[in-house]
């Protein structure tokens, strides 16, 4: 089955203690992307990657990290979590055309809750 | 840089009425144009896209959108709702022949009721 695997879904940590929060999809897609989800808010890209060791800034990357190591996986990384991190993180992935562009269709994970207190 | 209004955060509707969800979007260039849902607990998934051709797109659940470009619009319509269209959608934006990121509004809760 075609998917987008989010680990932990569920974390409460507190200030300060890194975390990671894995992302991996099987579907051989060059595109993938974090996001955070805030009442009001909306979704706010943090991070994407084109393809392998190609990443780059979203709307919100402070406070965060990523890689992009191998193609299935892109892990979020929060060195030093603050509770202003408080949120709901999704990882989506994508296609690129053969133009190198993505059409914008992403399939997404389930989502990662994440309390920092 | 481009920009997504969800004007209603939240529109109630009895079973088998018809809705639309408005989005209303800002570009200087030409876009691609989304809606995505999300069921509770879920991630989103795609509705439908408008990409080029036929500004009436049709997607998936009976669900439909109209571009239309002299009113930066992109509303999305279903003629009869069920209860299973409870929901969080969401509009987006990306630009033609980047993608790289898209950005969304800040999602409008169809809840349907009896």
């Known amino acids: 089955e075609a998917q987008v695997t989010q680990n932990p879904r569920y974390l409460i940590t507190v200030t300060g203690k890194k975390l990671t929060v894995t992302c991996s999809q099987n579907m051989n897609h060059e595109y993938m992307s974090w996001y955070r989800q805030d009442p009001g808010l909306g979704l706010r890209q943090i991070y994407y990657?084109?393809?392998?060791?190609?990443?780059d800034k979203g709307d919100v990357p402070e406070g965060y990290k990523v890689s992009r190591k191998e193609k299935r996986n892109f892990p979020l990384i929060l060195e030093s979590p603050s509770p202003n991190q408080t949120s709901l993180y999704f990882c989506a992935s994508s296609i690129l055309t053969s133009g190198g562009t993505n059409t914008g269709e992403l399939f997404f994970g389930e989502g990662s809750r994440l309390t920092v207190l | 840089a481009q920009s997504v209004t969800q004007l209603d955060s939240q529109v109630p509707v009895f079973e088998e009425a018809p809705v639309e969800l408005r989005c209303n979007y800002s570009?200087?260039?030409?876009?691609?144009l989304f809606w995505y849902v999300q069921y509770p607990n879920q991630g989103l998934q795609l509705l439908l896209k408008?990409?080029?051709?036929?500004?009436l797109v049709k997607g998936i659940n009976g669900f439909e959108a109209e571009f239309n470009k002299s009113q930066t619009s992109f509303h999305l319509r279903k003629p009869s709702v069920h209860i299973s269209d409870t929901a969080e959608y969401f509009c987006?934006?990306?630009?033609?022949?980047?993608?790289?990121?898209?950005?969304f509004g800040t999602g409008t809760r169809l809840q349907v009721t009896l």
């Open positions: 990657s084109m393809n392998v060791e190609v990443t």
């Open positions: 570009s200087s260039v030409s876009v691609y």
């Open positions: 408008y990409l080029s051709g036929s500004t």
């Open positions: 987006a934006v990306s630009r033609t022949g980047t993608a790289s990121k898209l950005t």
